[in-house]
């Protein structure tokens, strides 16, 4: 009689994968009130300076709906670049989630998905890991989001709060479409993905944390924040931000 000889068990990552969308020109985000001297590719060189090679791979994703390809900074060379032609921002993320899912990566690889205008502190690939130490998480965002602390619908908001060796951290009903996950988290909420970004310009990202989190999703923040979204109001608080630019 034979057997289908069992196939071994690949090990565990013992990286994450990044993936930073970036485009020609951005129809949602040109009015936000930017730091003096915001650019993305500050944000950019911030990125390459903060995150530890050794513990995190680098892909770049580009539409190049809007404008030619050698308007934007992006050297062509440097890290794996891949080129799409979406024009919206929902759009190119449903192309990411296709390029992702379709790598075969380990269930357990944590994947963060990175816009192009946020900031990071040093050390925070680390502080990333940690957050998925916590027990039961399933999403993490290194952004403390300063809108939850004034807006008045989180004027009752009540957070769970969690301790790791770097920091704090609060349970949070949503985030932006910079978050990290497991692939394995990512698989089982595909369809919930896709629907809050498919027949839309721009992703409906806080609809879909909050359904996320009807579901039983665990999504975590840091407080205070490693990283940022540059934008003057709703910058991560306690961090001299400005200071990258």
């Not at 923040?221 to 540059?230: C, D, K, N």
Request: hydrophobic share 35%; with cysteine.
């Amino acid at each position: 009689m034979w057997f289908k000889k069992k196939q071994p068990l690949l090990p565990p990552p013992t990286k994450i994968e990044v993936f930073v969308r970036h485009c020609i020109f951005s129809d949602i985000s040109w009015h936000k009130e930017r730091p003096p001297g915001f650019s993305r590719e500050k944000c950019h060189a911030n990125l390459l300076q903060t995150a530890d090679p050794t513990l995190a791979n680098l892909t770049w994703l580009l539409d190049i709906a809007k404008g030619p390809r050698s308007t934007h900074f992006l050297p062509p060379h440097l890290f794996p670049l891949i080129e799409i032609s979406e024009g919206t921002e929902a759009g190119s993320f449903l192309r990411l989630l296709d390029h992702v899912l379709g790598l075969s990566l380990h269930p357990e690889t944590i994947v963060y998905f990175v816009e192009d205008d946020y900031l990071h502190r040093g050390g925070w690939v680390d502080v990333l890991l940690e957050g998925f130490q916590i027990p039961s998480v399933d999403y993490v965002t290194l952004y403390d989001h300063r809108d939850k602390y004034f807006l008045p619908m989180y004027h009752t908001l009540q957070s769970r709060l969690f301790l790791t060796p770097s920091t704090h951290w609060r349970s949070t009903p949503s985030t932006t479409h910079t978050f990290a996950t497991k692939v394995k988290t990512l698989l089982r909420d595909e369809k919930i993905h896709r629907k809050y970004s498919t027949g839309r310009k721009i992703s409906a990202d806080h609809d879909k944390f909050c359904a996320l989190g009807k579901k039983g999703r665990l999504l975590v923040s840091p407080i205070p924040g490693w990283s940022t979204h540059a934008e003057v109001a709703y910058a991560s608080p306690f961090q001299e931000w400005k200071v990258f630019f």
